[in-house]
């Protein structure tokens, strides 16, 4: 079984005191990975379990709402150890040099970070199988399933933001958790958003057998009541608007 703790599920701003952006605890025994480590996510890390004891950060696009709270992490593994504590980070491949641009220093990121590209296809994580495939959003964005074992039970696949469901469909697995966006909550979208609606999670969900549907990344005024009513016009399966501090048993 793994388990999963929402860390952060807020979009690149919000009026939400308790809100911070997308980072997602996965464990399964001694394993834990982290799926995005937006703004305002390493505190709810480090109070959920010793940071540099995670097997890797996996990092979904280069928007910094998916990726800032890196910082913080860097600057913890290579200041409060001595020898120096790395961190394997996997992540489209531009990630070292705006991190490093960012900071004004050459070499900042590699300082503790271990960086490794991004690319469709499946690795092994620890416990963990991750199968990554490009969505549409950036022109380097990705969703994941992330599951244990030979991948037969039930898994969690992650939507990263993805602007068409469709792009999904290869992920998700008769009972698997669907943690899916919904930024623009009950719709529609704007044409050219790169984001999804209620409406498009509840098709993707319904069409692909997803056991339950996790919903994050609600985007700032839009309604959470209405997003989960649009969501279940077309799925009837168990639907939640995750909020940092949830935890969900994947099984």
């Known amino acids: 079984m793994m388990r999963l703790d929402v860390l ?3 979009p690149a701003y919000s009026d939400r005191p308790d809100s911070s952006g997308a ?9 834990a990975i ?3 480590l937006g703004q305002g996510s390493f505190p709810r890390l480090a109070r959920a379990m010793e940071p540099s004891r995670l097997d890797a950060v996996v990092v979904s696009h280069l928007h910094p709402d998916h990726f800032i709270d890196l910082v913080p992490l860097r600057h913890y593994l290579r200041w409060e150890f001595d020898p120096i504590r790395r961190m394997r980070v996997i992540a489209p491949g531009a990630l070292g040099e705006r991190l490093d641009a960012l900071h004004a220093e050459a070499g ?3 300082a503790a970070l271990d960086l490794e590209t991004l ?9 963990f199988t991750l199968e990554a495939r490009r969505v549409t959003h950036t022109n380097d964005s990705y969703g994941f399933r992330v599951s244990v074992g030979d991948g037969a ?3 969690l696949v992650y939507s990263g933001d993805c602007g068409r469901g469709e792009d999904l469909d290869r992920l998700v697995r008769p009972g ?39 919903l994050t990344h609600l985007q700032m005024g839009f309604d959470p009541v209405a997003a989960i ?11 939640d608007l995750v909020v940092p501090g949830d935890r969900f048993d994947i099984d």
């Open 23 to 31: 980072a997602y605890l996965v464990r399964h025994g001694d394993s």
């Open 229 to 239: 009513a649009s969501v279940r016009t077309v799925f009837d399966g168990v639907i």
């Open 8 to 10: 952060g599920a807020g």
């Open 176 to 214: 698997d958790a669907l943690l899916c966006e919904v930024s623009f909550g009950a719709g529609p979208v704007p044409v050219d958003a790169m984001h999804l609606d209620g409406p498009a999670v509840g098709a993707l969900a319904a069409r692909t057998g997803a056991g339950r549907v996790l």
């Open 34 to 36: 982290v799926l995005d």
């Open 119 to 127: 690319k469709p296809g499946e690795r092994r994580l620890a416990a």
């Open 153 to 155: 039970e039930p898994g």
């Open 108 to 110: 900042f990121t590699a």
